[in-house]
Every structure is written in structure tokens, then in C-alpha cells.
């Protein structure tokens, strides 16, 4: 018992509260603002760092962050030499990081988030030329927060879970550009099913191109159970969200996947490949580059709800027979969905209330035209090639407006919200001042 060795007396009281009141300060006393830039200096303690004197590397900074620490980065441009290893058993000798740094971070708590991202709007660069994989390693550190930084020339950015479990990740207002793929490589990798209670949101995630190997995407989950991926911008990659391997849910009560508000364009092989199972992918727009949303080329692909998304390029392909239970309603498909098209075996696709522009663009051995089907042009209020998302609205006298199973528009809502979970709450940071001044 936490007070069973305490000798009682008529203070006892408000020797535990005081007692009580200890503990609680000890578990906050690590919390708080931490400060890196261009022109300060490693030299500076954890203690003393502030606004006026930061510390001068990202490697060091992420090194000695502790639960609810907040680490503000400002604005200019980083270029690592050594990838970031946030490992309870790291070591530079075995794992190739910085020999001069002491892993030292902690994993936050639900109630002590760790938040790294960009002080007030500043624009923050960080050139990973240098890195021959991954920048950032997350093992058994959970409750991280990456928001409102910049990444360039970078081959894969995060690689979360890899050897430990490592939950409640947040990704927000990152913007990545790759110029290097690889097998399985992404800006976003979470592996083994380690990696769980993952959000994306607000991201612009842009791959090297088409000419990499063909398993290079910009987010890749392996046997995830948890993750949101919203309101994100996905291109030029050959794969948007590569979901590589299936997790062991057997119900979608064990698990929530939800792919929502993001646009894709220029995936050269698939805009989403998809094993696995119970994924919400809705209010999606597939610009013009897109391929379609694999379900079943490798693994199951079973059990999914495709539903409102709005696809001027690609579409849905229901690739094999293990693919079933897949719910695909309430789409624009402006090419061809295609379900088992040289399988004669019957399928459980269930197929309603898509809006297709052609009687024949439902491609199937044994599956014929949609009875709840519409056939037409759609009209946008972007015109024919709409670029943002609220462009994807239908214009007032388009084929589809208020024609869904719901009783709303057919195609990408513009207006529809998620219930995901935000990322952590945050506090304005203090006003900037002269950093001409710097411990050496």
C-alpha cells in the first residue's frame, strides 16, 4: 500500500496530502517547453534550455525529452548526419545513431503527450540527404505528437514500431517530400502491428515518382488495428496507403481503420493496396493520376466500406476471391469498377446506389449493372477537373445531389466530419527573442 509504512498521528492527514501532493508534483516536473534552433548550442542543460538559449540539434533535442515535454523547433533549415533512434535499448554501436548522444527519452502518458513541431508558424526544413532509411525510429515510446514540419529529400521519414509497441502516434501538418523509394518504404511506416492508435491528418505526403520500386507508398501499415488517416494530401508515389499485411481481427469491434477526406493523385499502381480488413475508406477524392483501391491481391481484403468517394481516375478492384463481405455504396465512378471481372465464381460484393457514367462501367463476369445504379455525368462546382476538396461538391443541378442511401449526396461530402480523435490541445508559446546570445 502506497501509505502502509507511514507512522499515523494526529497530523496523518496533511502528512498525506502533502505526501500525495509530492508524487504529483514529481510526475510533472519534467513537463515542459523545450527549445531548438539554427544557432544554439547541445552545451545548454536540459534544465536551463529556453527561448533564449536552445539547444542546436534535432538528435539532441529528441534525446532528452521527457513526458509532456513540448519542444518547439524554429524556423530555418536542419540536415541530421545520424538517423534518431527513440529505443529504450539503444545504442549508437548497434544501431548506427549519433556515438556523442545519450538516449535518454521518455514515452508520454495520456495525460503528458510529447509534442515536437514548429514554434508560431515558423517554416522548418529538414534536409534528410543524408540518411541512407529511415530519420526517425519510435520503439516503446508512445503518446509522440509530430506536428508542422517540413521534411525533404527524404527516403522514408518514420519508422514506428519495429522491435516494441508503440501507440497513440499523431502525425499533423507535416508536409514530405521523398526523392528516394524503396521496397515497403514510406513517409509513414508502421510495422508488425507495434505500431497502433495511429492518426495522420492535415499531412501532404508526396512520394519520388513512379520510377522506384513498385512498394513504395506514403504511408505503409503492417498489421495495424488502429489508425485514421484524414484530410491528407497523397501523391506521386506508386502506392498512397500500402495496408501490407492483415492484422488478427475478427470482428470490426476490435478494430478501427477510417481513410476520410484525403485526396490522392498520380499512384501509379494503387491508390490504396489493401490486405486487410475492416477499413472505412469514405469522403475520398481520387484526382486525376489515380489508380484504384486493391482489395485482395495478396491477402484478404475482406470485409471493407468503400463508400462516398468521389473517383475521377481509378476506381475499385476486387481482385480475388478472398476479398468478400466488401460494402462499396454511394460513389462517383467516373472509369470502370471492377469486381472479380475473369472470376466466375459468385461473389458477396455488396453493390448500391453508385453513380457510374456509362451502363457498361460495372466490369464483371457474373455481376451485371447495379439495380439502384444512376448513370450520368456528375457536375462539380470545381468544373470537370476539380483541385481542392470543396471543388468535389456537386453543383445544385448535378446528377447525384441528394440521391445517396442517406439521403445526401452522392460522391465525397465536402462538409462530412470524422469522429476520429484529435491530436492534443496546446498553448500559445511565449513570444521569440534575440538569440544572439548563446551558450558555447
Known amino acids: 500500500m502506497l501509505f502502509q509504512n507511514l507512522k499515523l498521528g494526529t497530523h496523518a492527514p496533511a502528512k498525506m496530502a502533502t505526501y500525495a501532493f509530492t508524487l504529483f508534483l514529481a510526475s510533472i516536473a519534467h513537463a515542459k517547453d523545450l527549445y531548438v534552433a539554427t544557432n544554439g548550442s547541445d552545451a545548454v542543460s536540459y534544465s536551463t534550455n529556453s527561448i533564449s538559449t536552445p539547444w542546436k540539434s534535432l538528435n539532441h533535442a529528441m534525446y532528452n525529452l521527457q513526458a509532456g515535454d513540448h519542444l518547439y523547433i524554429r524556423g530555418g533549415t536542419y540536415k541530421p548526419n545520424y538517423p534518431i533512434f527513440l529505443a529504450d535499448d539503444y545504442t549508437s554501436k548497434n544501431s548506427g545513431g549519433d556515438p556523442t548522444q545519450t538516449m535518454s527519452a521518455q514515452s508520454g502518458t495520456s495525460s503528458q503527450t510529447v509534442i515536437i513541431e514548429n514554434y508560431n508558424s515558423e517554416t522548418v526544413t529538414v534536409d534528410l540527404s543524408s540518411m541512407t532509411d529511415s530519420f ?51 513517409a509513414i511506416h508502421l510495422e508488425n502491428g507495434n505500431a497502433d492508435y495511429i492518426t495522420v491528418k ?27 488517416v484524414l ?109 472479380l471481372r475473369y472470376v466466375s465464381t459468385s461473389i458477396s460484393t455488396t453493390l448500391q446506389r453508385n453513380l457510374y457514367t456509362s451502363s ?50 452522392i460522391g465525397l461530402r465536402v462538409t462530412s466530419t470524422s469522429s476520429s480523435p484529435t491530436a492534443p490541445a496546446t498553448t500559445s508559446p511565449p513570444s521569440a527573442p534575440s538569440l544572439s546570445v548563446q551558450i558555447q
Open 136 to 186: 526517425i525510429y519510435l520503439d516503446n515510446k508512445s503518446y509522440w505528437t509530430f506536428r508542422g514540419l517540413n521534411f525533404v529529400n527524404s527516403l522514408q521519414v518514420f519508422m514506428v514500431g519495429e522491435n516494441s509497441p508503440t501507440k497513440y502516434i499523431t502525425f499533423e501538418n507535416l508536409n514530405v517530400v521523398a526523392n528516394r523509394g524503396g521496397d515497403n518504404r514510406a
Open 231 to 339: 484530410n491528407n494530401t497523397l501523391s506521386n508515389a506508386p502506392i498512397g496507403i500500402y495496408f501490407k499485411l492483415p492484422h488478427s481481427a475478427t470482428s470490426s469491434s476490435q478494430t478501427a481503420l477510417e481513410v476520410a477526406g484525403n485526396k490522392f493523385s498520380s499512384t501509379g499502381r494503387a491508390s490504396i493496396e489493401n490486405n486487410t480488413a475492416y477499413v472505412n475508406i469514405h469522403d475520398n477524392a481520387f484526382g486525376g493520376g489515380s489508380t484504384y483501391i486493391n482489395l485482395g491481391e495478396d491477402f484478404r481484403g475482406d470485409s471493407n466500406i468503400i463508400a462516398h468517394n468521389t473517383f475521377l481516375d481509378g476506381s475499385v478492384n476486387v481482385l480475388a476471391t478472398t476479398a468478400t463481405n466488401n460494402t462499396i455504396a454511394n460513389n462517383i465512378i467516373m472509369k470502370s469498377l471492377i469486381v
Open 202 to 228: 492535415g499531412c501532404n505526403l508526396t512520394g519520388p515518382g513512379q520510377a522506384v520500386h513498385q512498394n513504395t507508398s506514403t504511408i505503409y501499415a503492417n498489421r495495424t488495428m488502429h489508425l485514421s
Open 360 to 409: 457498361s462501367s460495372l466490369l464483371s463476369m457474373t455481376t451485371k449493372m447495379e439495380s439502384t445504379a444512376l448513370v450520368g455525368t456528375p457536375m462539380f462546382v470545381g468544373g470537370a477537373n476539380p483541385s481542392t476538396l470543396p471543388q468535389y461538391a456537386l453543383a445544385s443541378t448535378s446528377i447525384g445531389r441528394a440521391a445517396a442511401t442517406d439521403g445526401t449526396d
